[in-house]
């Protein structure tokens, strides 16, 4: 599990603006009006070869201003969740009287603090920056957010302190399991279904599993670590603070997992957060499968799992790769098929292909179906490799990176799936110019 860094401080200092720049792209939104962030955002990035992740918080405020408990709540949590604290700063207001409160209720943490000092636009600005000492902190950056000066200083110092990847308390075989989706889609009642016993809270009140709980259990001589999450909900749904509490756990317990089981209700059917909660496995690249929840409590014929398949496969067409179960998490009905797909989707998630292999499918390919021109240019590839698994990762040394027409990446990979069974993973493919 990567290590994290919360960035805090007073509404309207440039947290969004800080936390956008290390990412170096706009993810967090930004307002000149005091406390326009409320949620937490958490995305990952990296720096000098270094991974980890960053948690945008709200604003602390010490008078008693409009959503001063939910905001306190949410840098409490980030704090807990977090190795490395950046506090940022007013360069053009300097110091005053608040800032020494915040410093107070991070000192209190025990985590390395980091003091950014933002808005160090000019030279006078950043001669500001010498009052901070006085918080007690030994690291103050004179940063810019908005035109980016001193990012690099700042991301210096984070790496500085940061520890190496955190280690899970499981074997390296372990396969672990993130229960996502929506609220009240049946995670806990799945979880219990799969351990044998009430081990979660299961209610039909929409959000009562606030943490990523945790259970090791062993089936067929392979151990499995089953993560029950709480219910992603809609960015602009999410208000309360234990709701965004609960949407950065199922975050981080996706990061944490191997196999998401993508959780679809079949009573309410397929619903567009369904399809935003997948993309979110998609995109940390985890092996996922799709579960049909449920199942006992619609009516069915014999042409029904069908249509539902090619209905899945129709409405999340970026996931053609990945198994489709069906059960009932209640009466238990068709749970046994739900451990095979998982199997199949682990194993090929780390599988790992010879060089010769690979790049004797990759020639193939391109023989019977040349590339066409794209930029003013053809690609060639000239050697391929594998570099990582978990999930499946390749590199294509290329006369040129940008030549390759996105559909011939898709056939390329399509020839990968084809001739290796990738069936419940994704696959990158990562262009690189040969020297």
Same mark, same amino acid.
């Given at each position: 599990?990567?290590? =994290?860094?919360?960035?805090?401080?007073?509404? #309207?200092?440039?947290?969004?603006?800080?936390?956008?720049?290390?990412?170096? %792209?706009?993810?967090?939104?930004?307002?000149?009006?005091?406390?326009?962030?409320?949620? +937490?955002?958490?995305?990952?990035?990296?720096?000098?070869?270094?991974?980890?992740?960053?948690?945008?918080?709200?604003?602390?405020?010490?008078?008693?201003?409009?959503?001063?408990?939910?905001?306190?709540?949410?840098? %409490?949590?980030?704090?807990?969740?977090?190795?490395?604290?950046?506090?940022?700063?007013?360069?053009?207001?300097?110091?005053?009287?608040?800032?020494?409160?915040?410093?107070?209720?991070?000192?209190?943490?025990?985590?390395?603090?980091?003091?950014?000092? #933002?808005? =160090? !636009?000019?030279?006078?600005?950043?001669? &500001?920056?010498?009052?901070?000492?006085?918080?007690?902190?030994?690291?103050?950056?004179?940063?810019?957010?908005?035109?980016?000066?001193?990012?690099?200083?700042?991301?210096?110092?984070?790496?500085?302190?940061? $520890?190496?990847?955190?280690?899970?308390?499981?074997? %390296?075989?372990?396969?672990?399991?993130?229960?996502?989706?929506?609220? #009240?889609?049946?995670?806990?009642?799945?979880?219990?279904?799969? @351990?044998?016993?009430?081990?979660?809270?299961?209610?039909?009140?929409?959000?009562?599993?606030?943490?990523?709980? !945790?259970?090791?259990?062993?089936?067929?001589?392979?151990?499995?670590?089953?993560?029950?999450?709480?219910?992603?909900?809609?960015?602009?749904?999410?208000?309360?603070?234990?709701?965004?509490?609960?949407?950065?756990?199922?975050?981080?317990?996706?990061?944490?997992? !191997?196999?998401?089981?993508?959780?679809?209700?079949?009573?309410?059917?397929?619903?567009?957060?369904?399809?935003?909660?997948?993309?979110?496995?998609?995109?940390?690249?985890?092996?996922?499968?799709?579960?049909?929840?449920?199942?006992?409590?619609?009516?069915? !014929?014999?042409?029904?799992?069908?249509?539902?398949?090619?209905?899945?496969?129709?409405?999340?067409?970026? @996931?053609?790769?990945?198994?489709?179960?069906?059960?009932?998490? @209640?009466?238990?009905? +068709?749970?046994?098929?739900?451990?095979?797909?998982?199997?199949? =989707?682990?194993?090929?998630?780390?599988?790992?292909?010879?060089?010769?292999?690979?790049? %004797?499918?990759? =020639?193939?390919?391109?023989?019977? &179906?040349? $590339?066409?021109?794209? &930029?003013?240019?053809?690609?060639?590839?000239?050697?391929?490799?594998?570099?990582?698994?978990?999930?499946?990762?390749?590199?294509?040394?290329?006369?040129?990176?940008?030549?390759?027409?996105?559909?011939?990446?898709?056939?390329?990979?399509?020839?990968?799936?084809? +001739?290796?069974?990738?069936?419940?993973?994704?696959?990158?493919?990562?262009?690189?110019? +040969?020297?």
């Amino acid at each position: 599990m990567l290590p =994290s860094v919360a960035i805090v401080g007073r509404p #309207n200092v440039g947290k969004s603006t800080i936390f956008n720049r290390l990412l170096g %792209e706009r993810k967090a939104i930004t307002d000149d009006q005091p406390g326009v962030t409320r949620d +937490r955002i958490y995305a990952k990035t990296s720096w000098l070869g270094r991974s980890f992740s960053i948690i945008d918080t709200g604003g602390i405020e010490i008078s008693n201003a409009p959503f001063l408990t939910e905001i306190r709540a949410q840098v %409490e949590i980030a704090l807990e969740e977090s190795q490395v604290v950046v506090f940022v700063v007013d360069a053009k207001t300097g110091l005053i009287g608040d800032d020494f409160e915040v410093m107070r209720l991070l000192y209190s943490c025990g985590k390395p603090v980091i003091i950014a000092a #933002n808005k =160090s !636009d000019n030279q006078k600005t950043a001669e &500001n920056i010498y009052d901070f000492y006085q918080l007690g902190a030994t690291d103050v950056v004179a940063v810019s957010g908005a035109h980016g000066i001193g990012i690099g200083d700042l991301l210096d110092k984070i790496i500085a302190f940061l $520890p190496d990847e955190i280690d899970e308390p499981y074997q %390296e075989n372990d396969i672990k399991i993130a229960i996502i989706g929506r609220p #009240n889609v049946g995670k806990s009642s799945l979880t219990n279904a799969i @351990l044998g016993n009430e081990r979660v809270i299961v209610s039909d009140i929409q959000g009562t599993t606030t943490d990523a709980i !945790d259970t090791v259990i062993e089936k067929d001589g392979q151990q499995y670590v089953v993560i029950d999450t709480a219910g992603l909900r809609k960015r602009g749904k999410i208000f309360e603070s234990v709701d965004k509490y609960a949407a950065l756990r199922s975050m981080q317990a996706i990061e944490r997992s !191997d196999v998401c089981l993508m959780i679809l209700d079949a009573v309410t059917g397929i619903q567009e957060q369904d399809k935003h909660i997948a993309g979110y496995a998609l995109e940390a690249g985890k092996a996922m499968i799709i579960v049909v929840n449920k199942w006992d409590g619609i009516q069915k !014929d014999d042409h029904t799992m069908n249509e539902w398949t090619e209905n899945l496969r129709i409405e999340f067409q970026f @996931l053609t790769y990945i198994p489709i179960v069906f059960l009932s998490a @209640l009466t238990k009905a +068709r749970l046994k098929t739900l451990f095979p797909s998982i199997k199949q =989707s682990y194993d090929n998630y780390v599988k790992r292909i010879s060089t010769s292999a690979l790049n %004797e499918v990759i =020639s193939e390919a391109m023989e019977i &179906n040349p $590339p066409k021109e794209h &930029n003013q240019n053809k690609v060639k590839v000239y050697y391929a490799t594998q570099v990582a698994s978990k999930c499946p990762t390749f590199v294509l040394f290329v006369n040129d990176t940008n030549c390759m027409h996105f559909s011939y990446y898709r056939y390329l990979e399509n020839r990968l799936r084809e +001739r290796f069974d990738f069936f419940g993973t994704p696959i990158k493919m990562i262009l690189r110019k +040969r020297d």
